[in-house]
């Protein structure tokens, strides 16, 4: 009898067509990702044997749950850095991180300690629960004032939108820029982000894919979603993907 399953799992990986990461939680031990450096080793091993090359890192930085300083970043990340290096893992790394639109992320800016990606972005996160206070007067001050140009991570996974993808569209063409998470695409969380993602895909509205790798188990739904046929919708919407030549060296 065949083993279909067994099959499934043995399709042969494609050779991906970007190789820049630009949002994860493999910095050790100051967010909901790896929580050790050995774990981080791990999962930036398994990035590599994606054909990734470069990781631009982006812990949690949220008044709430994770009010991360520039210094305590510093520090994981150099540990993130020096352990791979150790493990003889190749990868090369950029440190940013993923701020959620708070009172903290104003301090920051105010106070010059903000750390963008290359190139002068910055990764931004709404909250789960609305829409930030006044987001469209922040996102202007954010490029006028500060120069910085916002990333909004994972767009299809703020459940407030979903019924509203007018708003999908306002703020793209105020210059906001989208990063839609690879692991919705692969219907890794719910059926409403995946739908949502291949909505955004279809309309042209994806500027950059992410893993928003937090732990192995990820690994796993990343690994299934490359070699399936999904993967393939996201392929013929290559030329739009701005992974490896928005961020210079
Ligand atoms: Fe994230």
Known sequence: MIDFFHLKREQALPELFWHTDLHSHVCPGIDDGARSAERSVNLVRAMADFGFTRMIVTP??????????????????????ESCRRAGVEMRFNCSAEYRIDDLLTHYLQTGQVRSLPGGYLLVENSWLQEPFALDAFLFALRNEYKLIPILAHPERYPYYHNHRE???????????????????????????????????????????????????????????????????????????????????
Request: with cysteine; net charge negative.
């Open 167 to 249: 708003r999908y569209e306002q703020l793209h063409d105020q210059g906001v820029m989208f990063q839609v998470n690879l692991l919705s695409l692969a219907g890794h969380y719910d059926r409403a982000c995946r739908h949502i993602g291949e909505w955004l895909l279809d309309h042209d509205y994806i500027d950059f894919i992410g893993s928003d790798l937090h732990r192995l188990r990820h690994i796993e739904s990343l690994r299934s979603y490359f070699c399936s046929r999904d993967y393939r919708k996201l392929e013929a919407k290559a030329h739009l993907i701005k992974n490896d030549t928005a961020f210079p060296e």
């Open 60 to 81: 949690h930085v949220t008044d709430e749950t994770f009010p991360n300083t520039p210094a305590v970043i510093a520090s994981s990340y150099l540990s993130l850095t």
